[in-house]
């Protein structure tokens, strides 16, 4: 008995004579050579300048030597996966990252994976990781501060929110330390944290983060990590990825202040491709755009207006030095790129003078503009400090001085000692308005040297004492009248007199 042929409904047939397959052109390279953080590519004749290209292996790429007859591509990854003749192809979008409140908190790598063993990072959209800079019409005046809680830079070098803030100097003088302590100072004031490393050994970014976890700092922060071992195109890409999620929160009407830790690894990341890339060296076999790719990175920080909601980006790139040299080649590039810089000296971290801030050699181009009312009572301590140091250097001739040579030297020594200040011991504005009043009007000079610490450390156990509504209206950036000085540094005297009572420890 002969089967019979199944009918099919008019519908199946009538969508399957409609059925239209969309034909996508592919367009697929090969690779010609494998070096140690690039690939070089043949038979993509379209493809654009930085461009994102997809090897094998879920490898990806930058197009970033167009020239005839090859493609000179920035790895992603680890070369080692690629040979010669493998497939690439086309992908048709630039390199992006995903950004949103869900990397709060989080720990990814430059191009969004976590590295938290968090799960899944949840995000909101994907921001191409270089964004042209905001116009200048789309920009505000910088007239906000951004505390540090570091007594010898808001009184003396201020930080404004959209300043970009340079910190530099020798290996091991504390940069890093000044950057982690204005992250921890944010807590509570409504700013963000982007914190960028850039080529750190594994274990200095782990003790980061362990503090930033003790310290509850994670709850505000983002840590976009890069590591030594990773391929230098990574290196080279942390920085851009840092500042498009940081772009997000600005659009948002957001504070935001990213440390970028630190842009000496990105500027040598960026020289080795080049020369692998075989471009033209130049100055220290940097290539001549190196400093084309710190000013695109470092304009993107701003202020923006209230049309655009008036978020900030505030960012403190740090920069080592060579022996003391701030006029080598990348320093002199990003002093003239950032707003001042904050400049570490080895002589006073040797001299155990923390934080070692050469106050001479650093400077805020925004000034007392981004500084709280309150700081202007204390706005000759700068002078103050800067003749000390000038009469100091004499007296090591021994040459005779006079009563008020002398006079001026002690109080300088007690500036000095009072700047001083532990790692991660914050000071809020009021308890550095306390002390630097009192030191400014010569309340300190009659104590010992040994002794200052004690003697500053009285004043914050007692800050109780203090009228409720001077402090207050020190916070709130209001006036402080010649009367609530007064009263301040009466409190003070009082406190310092019955700590010169006290035996001594």
């Not at 808001?154 to 803030?165: C, F, S, T, V």
């Amino acid at each position: 008995m002969q089967a019979k042929t199944p009918t099919l409904p008019y519908q199946f047939i009538e969508g399957i004579e409609n059925f239209k397959f969309p034909l996508t052109p592919r367009e697929i390279g090969t690779v010609t050579s494998v070096s140690t953080g690039i690939a070089t590519v043949s038979g993509l004749p379209n493809v654009g300048f930085e461009e994102l290209l997809k090897f094998k292996n879920g490898l990806f790429g930058i197009a970033y030597n167009l020239d005839e007859d090859e493609i000179g591509v920035i790895l992603l990854g680890k070369d080692f996966l690629l040979k010669a003749g493998d497939e690439v192809e086309r992908t048709g979008r630039v390199i992006d990252v995903p950004v949103g409140d869900g990397l709060i908190g989080r720990v990814i790598g430059p191009l969004g994976n976590p590295l938290d063993d968090k799960g899944t990072v949840w995000f909101r959209e994907r921001f191409p990781i270089e964004r042209p800079a905001h116009q200048i019409m789309d920009r505000s005046a910088v007239s906000v501060p951004l505390q540090t809680g570091i007594k010898v830079i808001d009184a003396l070098i201020p930080i404004g929110r959209g300043q970009r803030e340079l910190i530099v100097g020798d290996r091991q003088t504390g940069k890093t330390a000044i950057a982690i302590d204005a992250i921890l100072n944010q807590r509570d004031k409504n700013v963000l944290c982007i914190y960028c490393a850039i080529g750190q050994r594994a274990s200095a970014v782990a003790k980061v983060i362990a503090n930033f976890q003790e310290k509850g700092a994670m709850e505000y922060t983002v840590v976009v990590v890069a590591e030594g071992n990773n391929a230098p195109g990574i290196s080279y890409i942390a920085p851009y990825a840092a500042t498009s999620i940081a772009e997000y929160f600005m659009e948002a009407g957001r504070d935001v202040l990213i440390v970028y830790d630190d842009l000496t690894h990105h500027a040598r990341a960026y020289r080795e491709l080049s020369l692998l890339l075989r471009r033209p060296p130049g100055r220290e076999a940097f290539p001549g755009d190196i400093f084309y790719i710190h000013s695109r990175l470092l304009e993107r920080s701003t202020h923006l207006s209230s049309d655009l909601k008036g978020g900030s980006l505030t960012a403190l790139p740090i920069i080592e030095t060579e022996a003391q040299n701030i006029s080598a080649y990348i320093p002199t590039n990003l002093i003239s790129i950032t707003d001042g810089q904050i400049y570490l000296s080895p002589k006073l971290f040797e001299l155990g003078i923390l934080p070692a801030v050469d106050v001479g050699k650093s400077v805020s181009r925004v000034g007392d503009k981004a500084q709280l009312f309150a700081y202007r009572a204390i706005a000759k301590l700068k002078l103050e400090y800067a003749q000390f140091e000038e009469l100091e250097s004499f007296t090591r001739f021994g040459t005779r001085l006079d009563e008020g040579t002398k006079k001026t030297i002690a109080h300088g020594k007690r500036i000095r000692e009072c700047l001083k200040q532990e790692e991660h011991q914050q000071l809020t504005v009021s308890e550095q308005i306390v002390i630097l009043l009192s030191l400014k009007a010569g309340l300190l000079d009659t104590i010992v040297i040994e002794r200052i610490q004690e003697a500053e450390q009285e004043l914050l156990n007692n800050m109780d004492s203090f009228p409720q509504e001077i402090i207050q209206r020190i916070t709130s950036n209001e006036k402080l009248s010649e009367e609530d000085s007064q009263t301040i540094l009466k409190i003070s005297e009082t406190l310092l007199k019955f700590f010169l009572d006290k035996p001594e420890v």
